[in-house]
């Protein structure tokens, strides 16, 4: 399954940067309001409304790195973020 994601950002909002904030349809950001950088470079966590999943923008880890190479299986991915993103999300 797909997620169904649209970005609906107004044309007037978007930034030359792809890493800007935007607006999507089908996610709801609840990253925890006072680590919102603002600038998009920064950790963020999304909850899918058409899936029971979270999105989550962090920085990419090696496995090997934090000795998980095995439990890190093909196709998924390793990331890092603040605790606080986590133990703070919105409700």
Do not use: F, W
């Amino acid at each position: 399954m797909k997620y169904k994601i649209k970005n609906v950002t107004p044309e007037s909002m978007t930034c030359l940067v792809s890493s800007c904030h935007g607006i999507y349809k089908g996610l709801r950001e609840i990253t925890p309001q006072e680590m919102d950088c603002g600038i998009g470079l920064c950790p963020i966590i999304y909850r899918s409304e058409g899936k029971e999943v979270y999105l989550i923008v962090g920085k990419l880890v090696n496995p090997s790195e934090a000795g998980l190479e095995k439990k890190v299986g093909e196709g998924e991915a390793l990331i890092e973020v603040p605790r606080k993103l986590i133990d703070e999300m919105k409700k």
